[in-house]
Nanobody, 124 residues
């Protein structure tokens, strides 16, 4: 079992940056592919970025490509999402997720564990 806890959310003006962190419990963090999803009010949860178990492979939604960077530190059981050039449409609750069987998958149903989420608000 893996428990996930996000942090780093907040309010920022358009064009600003934030770095989200997701700390995982347990000793098997490196066995899980990790991802970030987000959900805006009134919208479905959507894929943002994913990273493979060792960190060599990453995948991004087109809407964040070139602006967001996902990374992980398996020695710290933590995955990060560096968000630059933020836009008002990036406003959402951001969730990290862990998948044991799949790598860099965009489908939320392929992820086994989820954090509680952290709010990101970007004002224009």
């Amino acid at each position: 079992q893996v428990q996930l806890e996000e942090s780093g959310g907040g309010s920022v003006q358009a064009g600003g940056s934030l770095r989200l962190s997701c700390a995982a419990s347990g000793r098997t963090f490196s066995m899980y592919a990790m991802a970030w999803f987000r959900q805006a009010p009134g919208k479905e949860r959507e894929f943002v970025a994913a990273i493979s178990r060792g960190g060599a492979t990453t995948y991004y939604a087109d809407s964040v490509k070139g602006r967001f960077t996902i990374s992980r530190d398996n020695t710290k059981n933590t995955v990060y999402l560096q968000m630059n050039s933020l836009k008002p449409e990036d406003t959402a609750v951001y969730y990290c997720a862990a998948s044991y069987y799949y790598s860099t998958n965009v489908a939320s149903r392929k992820y086994d564990y989820w954090g509680q989420g952290t709010q990101v608000t970007v004002s224009s």
